[in-house]
């Protein structure tokens, strides 16, 4: 069984950071794909980025790209989203999931195996 356990969220100001983190136990961690997604309130649930098993690639929505970076250590079981220049846009329910079959291509979303049970980020203008 895999569980993934998101943390980090909270309260921020726009132009204000955060950190996610998201430990995963269960099948080895270094093996899969690992990924974020948001859901703002009334709004489907969208990828934000994924990175690949080694770490070694990396894949973001557009609407992320130059301002989230994500990153995993395998040693630790964990993979983070570091958030900067946070736009009230953001605000959403942020989800870690899990791939083994990778996330690259499209539909990402129906790629995750597992979902975590969610970090709240909001952001004040």
């Known amino acids: 069984q895999v569980q993934l356990v998101e943390s980090g969220g909270g309260l921020v100001q726009a132009g204000g950071s955060l950190r996610l983190s998201c430990v995963r136990s269960g099948r080895t961690f270094s093996s899969y794909d690992m990924g974020w997604f948001r859901q703002a309130p009334g709004k489907e649930r969208e990828f934000v980025a994924a990175?690949?098993?080694?770490?070694?690639?990396?894949y973001y929505a557009d609407s992320v790209k130059g301002r989230f970076t994500i990153s995993r250590d395998n040693a630790k079981n964990t993979v983070y989203l570091q958030m900067n220049s946070l736009k009230p846009d953001d605000t959403a329910e942020y989800y870690c999931?899990?791939?083994?079959?990778?996330?690259?291509?499209?539909?990402?979303?129906?790629?995750?195996?597992?979902w975590g049970q969610g970090t709240q980020v909001t952001v004040s203008s």
């Open positions: 999931a899990t791939a083994s079959s990778g996330f690259r291509g499209d539909n990402k979303r129906s790629r995750v195996d597992y």
């Open positions: 990175i690949s098993w080694s770490g070694s690639t990396t």
